[in-house]
């Protein structure tokens, strides 16, 4: 690590790699002095550290060049792993070009916008399911009524994940979350796992599950296709080959984790965005040509992960600072979707803002998020079945955050709900 352009140190006790600190949320005045500082800051970790990005520029200049800043060096979580670890865990994330573009390749095809939007009819219709609980219930648990089950049940259906299976990969991938915090309540063997958690992602033994249950699913599949991601997955043939058994497993991991959490802690935020902001909502109610812009602002506030990381392949320089070939340097999506010198008023939530240039799927480049278009349509129909039904987000209470620096993730929240009996009654006559 070498720093030749000798930036002023923040305060000593900045550290945003510390889980602990996102128990009460993100510390956006944390960021924002980073944001200031000349160059980028070095942040200890682990007995060394990263370089933190945090400006919505350098973020996308890290994200654009894999040349440069390698995701297949190293691990794109903050630790490091062994190379045995590595491989047994690598996914889509930690590949560069051409593999990854080989990957990339395999599964892109099934989640083109031509082939998402063969889902939102379906996605309509799980969204109406749950918020026929809400209106029932005056609201609740948002999380457990409408933010984790509706993306989940998007997501299995378009793998292939029979339906009553539902509610474990929503377990499964609860437990993958709090592998990114600084407890684990599960002992290694769960779900039968016999494998050493260092080759696991996120040291969980919920990852072992994930593995086995889409192992049988492939197995399945591979007798008997169906027009789904799965069947598309085991039988696909890019440059010749099929994904490994490694690959897939991965692959079905990385789908699932990826299908869910995000989208559930986007759906979330953005609700309890709402119940905060009421004249947001009756902006929305009153214009929906705002929903596109709507949805963007909700991605935007929520930005559901934390941070990727990369590791220097070569000597390089960002924001004035000289970087070693593998020094990790970590971008920090909060922090870029907050910047001054992006977003006018960046701490306002404003449904119409104009050209949102936000980068919670990533900042561009051969990581760009493949679920983007599918988060954005699952967003866009909840909200349009919530102005559809006349259902207002009224009050939010007994928030339970995760404590993790990975996700900004929700484990619970109370919504309280109004509802337009008017609208209601008239919603119901025309899905009658």
């Known amino acids: ?15 945003i790699a510390d889980a602990g600190r996102y128990a009460n949320g993100i510390g956006w005045d944390d960021f924002r002095t980073l944001r200031a500082q000349p160059g980028l800051h070095w942040n200890r970790y682990n007995g060394h550290g990263f370089w933190a990005v945090t400006r919505h520029a350098d973020v996308c200049e890290v994200s654009r060049h894999s040349e440069r800043f390698s995701s297949a060096i190293g691990h794109v979580n903050l630790w490091d792993l062994e190379a045995d670890a590595l491989e047994a865990r690598r996914s889509i994330l930690e590949h560069d070009p051409p593999a990854h573009t080989r990957l990339r390749r395999v599964v892109s095809k099934a989640f083109t916008p031509r082939q998402m939007r063969r889902y939102t009819e379906r996605t309509r219709a799980i969204a109406d399911d749950l918020l026929d609980a ?8 948002w999380v457990e009524l409408v933010a984790a089950p509706l993306p989940i049940r998007v997501i299995i259906a378009i793998l292939g994940v029979p ?8 377990e499964l991938s609860n437990h993958l979350v709090e ?23 996120f040291g969980s033994p919920a990852a072992w599950g994930l593995y086995e249950y889409g192992a049988k699913l492939g197995d399945e599949r591979l007798e008997h296709p169906a027009d789904d991601v799965v069947s598309h997955l085991v039988h696909a043939e890019v440059g010749g080959d099929r994904l490994t058994a490694t690959e897939f497993r991965n692959f079905f991991q990385v ?4 299908g869910n959490e995000t989208t559930r802690t986007a759906i979330t935020h953005g609700t309890m965005a709402f119940a905060e902001h009421p004249e947001q909502w009756d902006r929305l109610a009153a214009n929906r040509e705002l929903l596109a812009s709507a949805v963007e602002e909700v991605i935007r506030w929520a930005s559901p992960i934390l941070h990727m990381r990369r590791t220097a392949a070569v000597d390089t320089e960002l924001a004035g600072t000289q970087i070693s070939a593998g020094d990790k340097v970590v971008m920090w999506y909060p922090s870029a979707n907050r910047d001054e010198a992006v977003f006018e008023r960046p701490d306002e939530f404003d449904i119409g803002r104009a050209d949102n240039a936000q980068i919670a799927f990533g900042g561009g480049g051969p990581h760009f998020c493949l679920g983007a ?10 909200l349009e079945a919530m102005l559809d039904r006349g259902i207002r987000p009224a009050s939010v209470a007994d928030l339970v955050r995760i404590p993790s620096n990975f996700v900004h993730g929700v484990a619970s929240v109370e919504v309280t709900v109004d509802v337009d009996a008017a609208v209601a009654e008239s919603s119901a006559a025309v899905r009658a």
């Open 179 to 201: 592998g990114t915090t600084e407890t684990q309540s599960l002992p290694p063997d769960s779900y039968g796992n016999t494998t050493p958690l260092r080759l696991l992602p």
């Open 1 to 15: 690590m070498t720093d030749g352009s000798a930036p002023s140190e923040p305060p000593a006790d900045i550290d």
């Open 163 to 170: 339906p009553e299976d539902a509610d474990y990969m929503v």
């Open 255 to 258: 789908l699932v984790f990826g």
């Open 134 to 141: 809400v209106v029932e219930r005056g609201g609740g648990d």
């Open 373 to 382: 278009y599918l988060a954005r349509m699952e967003l866009t129909v909840l």
